[in-house]
């Protein structure tokens, strides 16, 4: 069993920044994919970004130059820094994880945080 949990949501005004965190606790080893989703509500969930085992990430185009993807292996944290925050960008943030290659429903979900970005 992996256990992630996320934190760092938060309100801010188009154009701030947000840190999201991820903390990664039990099975989880070097095999595993990690990936920030998010879901707005009425909307379908998307992959917002994908780190893989090699430690390669992908975007989706609407984050690509924005947003950025990292881990602290040591620790075991995942984070999401968010630069340039538009009103789209609002949605339940969710940290998840499964055996490389990411697969569409990963195993391991976060609880979620929430993003709220204001024009």
């Known amino acids: 069993q992996v256990q992630l949990a996320e934190s760092g949501g938060g309100s801010v005004q188009a154009g701030g920044s947000l840190r999201l965190s991820c903390a990664a606790s039990?099975?989880?080893?070097?095999?595993?994919?990690m990936a920030w989703f998010r879901q707005a509500p009425g909307k379908e969930r998307e992959a917002v970004a994908i780190l893989d085992s090699g430690g390669a990430t992908t975007y989706s185009e609407s984050v690509k130059g924005r947003f950025t993807i990292s881990k602290d292996n040591a620790n075991n944290i995942l984070y999401l820094q968010m630069n340039s925050l538009k009103p789209e960008d609002t949605a339940m943030y969710y940290c998840?994880?499964?055996?490389?290659?990411?697969?569409?429903?990963?195993?391991?979900w976060g609880q979620g945080t929430q993003v709220t970005v204001s024009s």
């Open positions: 998840a994880a499964d055996l490389c290659p990411m697969p569409w429903n990963p195993d391991y």
């Open positions: 039990g099975a989880i080893n070097s095999k595993y994919c």
